[in-house]
């Protein structure tokens, strides 16, 4: 069972940034591929970005381009979404997952099977 820690959500003003955290619990992230996903309240889980476990290639969602940025640190054991200009609508729920493969084959939520518990993003003034 592969699980995993979210962590750095807050309450940010509008164009403010936040930088989310994934550590795993109980492995190393190395070579998986972590996805990070968002829910707001009433609507379903979606995709944000992914990062290969081999070669750390990104992948994000055409609207999350440009604001959001998925990153690395493996001696930190670690995987970050840096987001900037954060806008009402980026207020959500943020999960990591990983489906214990090394590449990223998408961002579709059945793609996915282990999961952290969130961390809460509000943007407000």
């Known amino acids: 069972q592969l699980q995993l820690v979210e962590s750095g959500g807050g309450l940010v003003q509008p164009g403010g940034s936040l930088r989310l955290s994934c550590v795993p619990s109980?492995?190393?992230?190395?070579?998986?591929?972590i996805a990070w996903f968002r829910q707001a309240p009433e609507k379903e889980r979606e995709g944000v970005s992914c990062i290969s476990g081999i070669d750390d290639t990104t992948y994000y969602r055409d609207s999350m381009k440009g604001r959001f940025t998925i990153s690395r640190d493996n001696a930190k054991n670690t995987v970050y979404l840096q987001m900037n200009d954060l806008k009402p609508e980026d207020a959500a729920v943020y999960y990591c997952?990983?489906?214990?493969?090394?590449?990223?084959?998408?961002?579709?939520?059945?793609?996915?099977?282990?999961w952290g518990q969130g961390t809460n993003v509000t943007v407000s003034s």
């Open positions: 997952g990983t489906s214990g493969n090394t590449r990223c084959y998408g961002l579709e939520t059945y793609q996915y099977d282990y």
């Open positions: 109980g492995f190393t992230l190395d070579y998986y591929a």
